[in-house]
Antibody, heavy 122, light 107 residues
Framework: EVQLVESGGGLVQPGGSLRLSCAAS????????MTWVRRAPGKGLEWVAN????????YYVDSVKGRFTISRDNPKNSLYLQMNSLRAEDTAVYYC???????????????WGQGTLVTVSS | DIQMTQSPSTLSASVGDRVTITCRAS??????LAWYQQKPGKAPKFLIY???SLESGVPSRFSGSGSGTEFILTISSLQPDDSATYYC?????????FGQGTKVEIK
């Protein structure tokens, strides 16, 4: 059974940092693209970033470029999101999701974790 | 960036009704479109890929159609368990974008 479990969320002040983790199990983690998606309170889903199987390609939404870094540790079956210079508008539930793709290009997201809440407030 | 626009934003229908949700892309995305369902407090659930391919285990009352810039999600006979918000999402280039969501309520 595919399982994705996020952790690391919490309350942080504007300008602060946080590192989210996603522990994956039940599938060949190193074979799949992986993604972070967020949902701000009262808003819809927003794709944040994704990373290729070997970490050689990473893509970000413009609003987080230069502030967030996606990474992965394949031997540990783990996905990460380092978030720096956090802003109030980054407040959201952050979901880790598995990409269906095991090839060179990313596709859609077939399994999702339950999410971790990040609140940016003073 | 490709913008995805869903309509309506909210709909209310009765059990057994046929329900359709439209998703329009700001430029052609061929059939690179997925649909998701999200219930309050839950993770999104993947429903349909390649615009019209039903994911295994998803009830057959769900179907998708369209290509290019206009797509439709249809629920052929609405059930109480279908009360949720539905999102379309393109995977034709970056950034990936979702529609704003359509909330489906049961009358």
């Amino acid at each position: 059974e595919v399982q994705l479990v996020e952790s690391g969320g919490g309350l942080v002040q504007p300008g602060g940092s946080l590192r989210l983790s996603c522990a994956a199990s039940g599938f060949s983690f190193s074979g799949h693209w992986m993604t972070w998606v967020r949902r701000a309170p009262g808003k819809g889903l927003e794709w944040v970033a994704n990373i290729k199987q070997d970490g050689s390609e990473k893509y970000y939404v413009d609003s987080v470029k230069g502030r967030f870094t996606i990474s992965r540790d394949n031997p540990k079956n783990s996905l990460y999101l380092q978030m720096n210079s956090l802003r109030a508008e980054d407040t959201a539930v952050y979901y880790c999701a598995r990409d269906r793709s095991t090839s060179s290009w990313s596709l859609f997201f077939d399994y999702w974790g339950q999410g971790t809440l990040v609140t940016v407030s003073s | 960036d490709i913008q995805m626009t869903q309509s309506p934003s909210t709909l209310s229908a009765s059990v057994g009704d046929r329900v359709t949700i439209t998703c329009r892309a700001s430029q052609s995305i061929s059939s690179w479109l997925a649909w998701y369902q999200q219930k309050p407090g839950k993770a999104p659930k993947f429903l349909i890929y390649q615009a019209s391919s039903l994911e295994s285990g998803v009830p057959s009352r769900f179907s998708g159609s369209g290509s290019g810039t206009e797509f439709i999600l249809t629920i052929s006979s609405l059930q109480p368990d279908d009360s949720a918000t539905y999102y379309c999402q393109h995977y034709s280039g970056y950034p990936r974008t979702f529609g704003q969501g359509t909330k489906v309520e049961i009358k």
